[in-house]
């Protein structure tokens, strides 16, 4: 066999062998194809996208409140979650519109962002609460609020300009619940996810 023949049968093969893994590749990308569109098989397709919303939401939050020249920083120096925000199927209210963070009775709670003090109402103790509970809110303008509930006392009073990040109170209580402080974000009243915003 001359050295032309050889050549030309190697290179038959070569050909063949490309032949046949484009055949096995068309017939894999129409099978998988088929089976997508449902010409073959009709099963549904399930994506699981629930952390791809968690993260859009997140961030178009936080793009939002930047726009408005907000940054909100964290509450509490130490920021454990024991009941989010949301639709809850083991507390009442149903839908929590803030996230509860644990905070012993007397912790620090800080301006989350630089405002002016709203609200800061005092509750006395009852049947409900251990102690004081409260509830203080600050504007932050634009239609942002924040509002800290379970508050023992504050150390700010209404109408007052607070600045990010300065003490504004100490945690209380409620009765038959984990120590902690309801921390909710709002803007124009409608209630945001807090973790959407604070640093982790």
Partial sequence: MSNDTAWLNEQKNKLLETQNRLREIRQNRTGIIEKYSGAREREPILIDISNFEVNFEARQDCQDAAKDGLIFSNPLKIMEVTSPFGHRTNAI??????????????TFVYASEAGTITMALIEPPSNISKSNSSNLRIDHGKGWE?????????????????????????????????????????KNNVPKNPENFLKR
């Fill in 93 to 106: 209210p149903n839908n929590h519109e803030g996230t509860d963070y644990r905070a012993s009775i007397k």
């Fill in 146 to 186: 924040t509002r800290y509930i379970h508050l023992d006392s504050f150390v700010v009073k209404e109408q007052e300009i607070v600045t990010k990040g300065q003490l504004i109170g100490y945690s209380g209580n409620r009765k038959n619940t984990i120590a902690h402080l309801h921390f909710e974000i709002r």
